[in-house]
Every structure is written in C-alpha cells, then in structure tokens.
C-alpha cells in the first residue's frame, strides 16, 4: 500500500464483483453494437459482407494484441486503475462511431474500442483472483459472465428500437454515454486498495513459467473454440435473421433478446451451482471439464440446427445453444484463476484471451467470405461445427487436472 493510498479503506468485495459485472455487461453491448447495427449501415455504406465481416474482425485484431500487455500492466501498476484507462478509451469509440461516415473512418474506431476492451477480462479476472476467496470464484464469475452475457440482450432488444424508429447511428450515442458514466463509481476503486481475500504468495512465477504450463495451452486453444462460434453467432445472427431467413428487424430483435437472456441466466445459475458442488466435495474437474463438453458436444448440433432447419428448429437449435454458453462461461476464467493463482492470473489470462480471441479475426471475416462465395450461410455453420469438435479435444485432454499450480516447486 502506497502513503496516497494508505488512508484510503479497502473497497468492498460485493462493490467490485458489482462494477465488474457492470463493466462487462457495458463491454459486450459496445462490442455488439455494430452486428445489430449491420442490416442498415452495410445498406447505408454500401458495404459488402465481406467488408462488414473486416469491421467486425478489426476489433479483434487489437483486442488481442493488448492482451498480454494488459496482463503484465495489470499485475505491474493495478488491475483496477489499468481497467480504468481501457473503459475511457472504448467509451470513446464507440460515442465516436456514430458519427462515422465511411468504411475506414468506423475501422480506425473498431480497432481503438479493440485496444481499450483488450482491458477487460485480464484485468478483471486479476481482481477477482484477488480479492474473491477460491470457494466462491464459481459465483464471482457467474455474475462476471452473466454481464457480458446479458450485454447483448439488452444491447439487441434496446438496439433494436433504436434502429427501428431511429437509424444505426443513436445506438452508438446512447450506449458511448452509457460507458462514460460507469467510469465514474470505478474511480473510486482505481484509487483504493483492495480487500485481499488471501495472503499474496511468496512466489511470483516469470512468464516463461506460466507459458510453459499445459493447462495454460488446453484453456486458450479451448476457448478459441468456445469463442469461434459465440463470436460467429453473436455478430453474423442480425444479418442472418433479416437477410437469409426474411423476419422482421423488431423479431430479430425479441428472438436475440431471449436466446441471450437464456445465455446470461445460466451462466449465473451455473456459478452459482459450482461453489454448491464444490462445498459438497465434487472435483473441479468433473464440473467444469463436463460444461465445457456438454457446450462442445451440444454446440455442433445446434450450429446444424441454426443452418438446416426451419424457424422453429433453428429458434429451439439458438435457445439451447446459448443455455450451453451460458453453463460453460464461468469456467473460462474460474480454470485460470485456480491453476495461476492471484499472483499470476492476470499473465495467464492475458495469454489466454489472446489465443483465444484469434477466432474473433478469423471466424468474422471468413463468415464474410463465405456467404459471398456461396451464397448463403450453410458452409459457415459447417465451419463453426468443426471448430466445437476440436475444441472438446482441447479441454478434456489437453487441460490437465484443474488444481493449483506448485509455483515454488517449478522454479
């Protein structure tokens, strides 16, 4: 603790777990604004799938870059003042793309909003390693992914109205405002120290340590997976909807609405459900490898489902899909959070989201071209079954046994 800060009390645990849920609920609406945007501003711009898909990729171009950056900021100056800085920046880009007016012009402002959210999870989960005891990480990221998770429902439900009776360009106002004042309550925490829930450990491993765990590698090329078809799905379903399967933008909007509010309360429930099971003596092994299957299993039926069925099937193939999602986001940052441990998390998930966003440049552009070469969106879904495929191998066998990593012993 620092003499500015020493005077300061330690900001509650409920507070932060509250602001970074918050936090991401904000992320993932900024990050979704331009796919619910997508039927009225390639019209508008005259843009061509493959050019929407190259808007959408640049985010990610950035976004995974800061990555391990962040983690080495966070873990160096402050997860929460470093969280500060990022949430400025992408507030700005997102007010700003609303008065875009051309395809270069909204790239430049995609990759911006890129480096200011490539703060986001590094330093989040860095917090919440510290600050939240082992026993209740299951439901700290519950809420965390019930924010990012619940983001795009209401991004798509009140978006949706926005670009109905308004355009594509209040979306960015409203919610570019919406960021700014989230900045206001979490400079009270950049500024005091936190309520450490456990000793800091005595060793800090070095970043050769940390890339040298095989835990590190099934959890990041696992999430790629994961993140392949939750990015394919969350940007290109808009334009799916309206453009392949002829409904109206207001039921696009009212059907993402309930398949992300599914997504959102599942994960809440499922971290809720973690900390339960693991009190009454179940490995964190059979609970979190067994959501990562049932998400990579189930998710290639429903990938299937969402390309060959009628609205019905593809409404049911959606809904379960995103229930799946929802079951298998707590883990994502719990599996790192206990392998590295709070003096190593924020490296490791910096790590970890940059292997694993790759599929944000890869899976939104390739969409892109695709539809353009085919015609419609079967191959594309095709695609994103292959990828869960791969992505079960990753978890179950390639993520040893999920246990704290013996620092001193490594050394």
């Keep these: 603790m620092t003499a500015e800060t020493a005077g300061r009390a ?3 645990q409920t507070r932060i777990v509250a602001l970074i849920t918050l936090a991401m ?3 993932y609406i900024d990050r979704g604004n331009l796919a619910l945007a997508g039927p ?5 711009l005259g843009l061509s799938a493959t050019q929407f898909g190259l808007l959408g990729s640049a985010f990610y171009y950035s976004y995974v870059l800061g990555m391990i950056p962040v983690g080495w ?3 160096r100056f402050g997860a929460q003042k470093v969280l500060f800085v990022g949430a400025a920046i992408w507030a700005v880009a997102t007010l700003l793309t609303g008065f875009a007016s051309g395809f270069i012009v909204i790239l430049v402002l995609r990759v911006l909003l890129g480096f200011g959210e490539s703060a986001s999870f590094p330093c989040s989960s860095k917090i919440l390693a510290q600050v939240v005891p082992r026993e209740r990480l299951g439901v700290a990221n519950g809420f965390m992914s019930f924010g990012y998770l619940f983001g795009p429902a209401i991004g798509i439900a009140l978006g949706g109205v926005l670009l109905e009776n308004y355009g594509w360009r209040p979306i960015f106002y409203v919610f570019g405002v919406m960021s700014l004042l989230w900045l206001r309550p979490w400079s009270r925490v950049a500024v005091a120290p936190l309520p450490a829930a456990t000793p800091d450990a005595s060793i800090e491993p070095s970043f050769g340590q940390i890339l040298r765990q095989r835990g590190l590698w099934g959890a990041a090329l696992g999430l790629f997976s994961a993140n392949y078809g ?5 940007f290109w379903l808009p334009t799916y909807l309206v453009k392949e399967r002829g409904i109206t933008i207001y039921d696009m909007a009212l059907m993402g609405f309930a398949a992300y509010a599914l997504n959102a309360l599942s994960a809440l429930s499922m971290g809720w459900l973690t900390d339960r099971w693991i009190a009454r003596g179940h490995g964190a092994d059979l609970i979190y490898k067994g959501a990562m299957a049932a998400l990579h299993i189930g998710g290639i039926g429903c990938m299937f489902g969402m390309a060959y069925l009628d609205m ?10 995103n229930v799946l999602l929802g079951v298998a986001s707590p883990g994502y940052y719990a599996v790192a959070q206990i392998i590295a441990g709070p003096q190593a998390t924020g490296r490791w998930v910096g790590v970890q989201n940059a292997i694993g966003n790759t599929a944000g440049f890869i899976a939104l552009p390739l969409t892109g071209l695709l539809i ?6 079967a191959a594309a879904f095709t695609v994103a079954a292959a990828v869960f495929a791969a992505g079960f191998i990753c978890w179950i066998w390639v993520l040893p046994r999920i246990a704290p990593a013996k620092w001193a012993e490594q050394a």
């Design 10 to 12: 330690p900001t509650s």
């Design 25 to 27: 609920f904000i992320n």
């Design 40 to 44: 009225k501003l390639q019209e508008e």
């Design 73 to 75: 900021l966070a873990e």
């Design 230 to 234: 939750f990015y394919f799905v969350i």
């Design 312 to 321: 019905f099937g593809l409404t049911v193939a959606l809904f379960v899909f």
């Design 372 to 377: 353009d070469r085919t015609g419609d969106y």
